[in-house]
């Protein structure tokens, strides 16, 4: 089992800067891509960012590209998310996920629906 506990959201101006942190426990924390979700209410789970187990590949949803920065401290158990230039339509739940499995296909990382375990999510709020 792994617990994964968010923490650094918030309410913030358009612009300004967010870091989330997920702290993870339980199983060991190393051979696992880690991962964040966000979702706005009355929208489906929206991809934002992944990182795999080393910190060896990253990827962005296109929304977040260029303004969001993802990494993690295996040695710590945490996976942050950097977050610039934040937008009101950044607003939303986020929510920090893992998964064990090795896929061939890049893609199937961008897919909530391929991750294990998942945090309870904390509030962005960002206001116009």
């Known amino acids: 089992q792994v617990q994964l506990v968010e923490s650094g959201g918030g309410l913030v101006q358009a612009g300004a800067s967010l870091r989330l942190s997920c702290a993870a426990s339980g199983r060991t924390f190393s051979r696992n891509a880690m991962a964040w979700f966000r979702q706005a209410p009355g929208k489906e789970r929206e991809f934002v960012a992944a990182?795999?187990?080393?910190?060896?590949?990253?990827y962005y949803g296109d929304s977040v590209k260029s303004r969001f920065t993802i990494s993690r401290d295996n040695a710590k158990n945490t996976v942050s998310l950097q977050m610039n230039s934040l937008k009101p339509e950044d607003t939303a739940v986020y929510y920090c996920?893992?998964?064990?499995?090795?896929?061939?296909?890049?893609?199937?990382?961008?897919?909530?629906?391929?991750?294990?375990?998942w945090g309870q999510g904390t509030q962005v709020t960002v206001s116009s």
């Open positions: 990182i795999g187990w080393n910190g060896g590949w990253t």
């Open positions: 996920a893992t998964t064990f499995a090795t896929y061939g296909l890049d893609y199937y990382y961008t897919l909530w629906g391929k991750y294990d375990y």
